[in-house]
C-alpha cells in the first residue's frame, strides 16, 4: 500500500471565470486513479488544522486577519483569491493533507497528497495561491520524531519557493532545495540553501542533469533522514505559466528520479504535486498522474 492523501475540498472551491487557479484538477487525479484501479484504502481523508496548529509558526495579525477575512484588499491581491470561509476552510484542509503525507511516509516509506506546495507563504504575508505554507509545517512536524534530525525539501516547482526558504532560513534542521526558472515569479527570489535557476527554454536532458547533480549534491552534504518532495508540473512544455520546455516523459524521468534516490538511500519521502496551470484540465491531469506512475501508485 502506497498512502494517499485526499479530501473533496481541495476541489470545492468557488472561483470567479476564468480564474488562472486550476481549481478542478484536484478531484480530477482522484478520479484518474480510481478508474486506474487504485484502491478506496489507500486513501486518507485528512480533517483541516486548527489555530492553535499555526500561530506559534506565523505572524499574529497575518494570521489572525487571514483566518477572520480581516486582511485588506491588496493583501488578498497578492494571494490571488477573493476571500471566503470555505477558501479557509480548503486551505488548513490542504495544510493538514501535507503534514498527515509527511507522518505517512514516515510509517510506510512514501506518501502522496493529491495537493499541496504552497511554497510561496510566508510568516506574514500570503502570494501567489499560498496562504499557509504546508511543506514548512510538514518539515516541523517530521523533525518531532525520534530519529529525525534534518529535513531535505526538494521544491522542483517552477516557482522559487521563495516563502519555504525565509520560514526555514534560521532553521538549519530544514534544508530547501530549489530547482526553478530564472526568469520566473516570484521576481524577488530568496535565498534557499541550495537554488539551481534554469534559463526559459530549458529541455529534459540538461534539466535532468541538472537535478541528478542537485540531489547528489545535498544527499551526500546535507545527510537527511526524510525528503519533502513538491512536484509541481508547471515545468511542463505547455504549461501557460512555466516557460520550460519539459515533456511529459521529462516529468516521469524527474519524478522517478527523486523516488529512486529516496530508495537507494533508505530515505522516507512525502510527496505533493504542486503547481500546474493548463488550461486543459484532462492534459494537466496526465502530466500530474506521472507522479503517481513513478511512485509505483500506477502502470
Not at 475540498?9 to 486513479?33: G, T, V
Not at 494570521?63 to 470555505?86: T, V
Not at 499557509?132 to 517552477?158: E, F, G, R, T
Not at 530549489?178 to 530549458?202: I, V, W, Y
Amino acid at each position: 500500500m502506497i498512502p494517499l492523501v485526499f479530501h473533496p475540498i481541495y476541489s470545492q472551491l468557488s472561483l470567479p471565470h476564468r480564474h488562472r487557479f486550476p481549481i478542478e484538477k484536484y478531484q480530477a487525479i482522484r478520479d484518474r486513479l480510481a478508474d486506474c484501479g487504485v484502491p478506496e484504502s489507500w486513501f486518507y481523508q485528512p480533517e483541516p488544522l486548527c489555530e492553535e496548529d499555526l500561530k506559534s509558526h506565523f505572524q499574529a495579525e497575518y494570521l489572525g486577519g487571514l483566518l477572520n477575512g480581516e486582511l485588506d484588499a491588496k493583501a488578498m491581491r497578492r494571494i490571488g483569491f477573493p476571500w471566503s470561509e470555505q477558501l479557509i476552510k480548503r486551505t488548513l484542509t490542504a495544510a493538514a493533507g501535507t503534514v498527515m503525507t509527511a507522518n505517512l511516509a514516515l510509517q510506510h516509506g512514501k506518501a502522496l497528497n493529491l495537493t499541496g506546495g504552497y511554497h510561496h507563504a510566508f510568516a506574514d504575508f500570503g502570494s501567489g495561491f499560498c496562504m499557509v505554507n504546508d511543506l514548512y509545517l510538514a518539515a516541523l512536524s517530521m523533525l518531532k520524531h525520534d530519529h529525525m534530525d534534518k529535513v531535505l525539501i526538494v521544491d522542483c516547482d517552477v516557482h522559487q519557493g521563495d516563502g519555504t526558504a525565509k520560514l526555514c532560513e534560521n532553521n538549519p534542521n530544514i534544508i530547501t532545495l530549489s530547482l526553478h526558472g530564472e526568469k520566473n515569479f516570484p521576481h524577488r527570489k530568496q535565498q534557499s540553501d541550495m537554488d539551481f535557476p534554469l534559463a526559459k527554454g530549458t529541455a529534459d536532458a540538461e534539466y535532468l542533469d541538472t537535478l541528478d547533480m542537485a540531489l547528489n549534491l545535498a544527499l551526500n552534504l546535507h545527510r537527511p533522514d526524510a525528503i519533502i518532495y513538491d512536484a509541481g508540473v508547471d515545468v511542463h512544455i505547455n504549461d501557460d505559466l512555466g516557460h520550460l520546455h519539459i515533456s511529459t516523459e521529462g516529468v516521469f524521468q524527474r519524478d522517478k528520479l527523486v523516488f529512486d534516490r529516496c530508495q537507494q538511500a533508505g530515505l522516507p519521502i512525502a510527496a505533493v504535486i504542486g503547481g500546474g496551470y493548463q488550461r486543459n484540465i484532462s492534459a494537466l491531469t496526465d502530466v500530474h498522474l506521472q507522479l503517481f506512475r513513478a511512485a509505483g501508485v500506477v502502470d
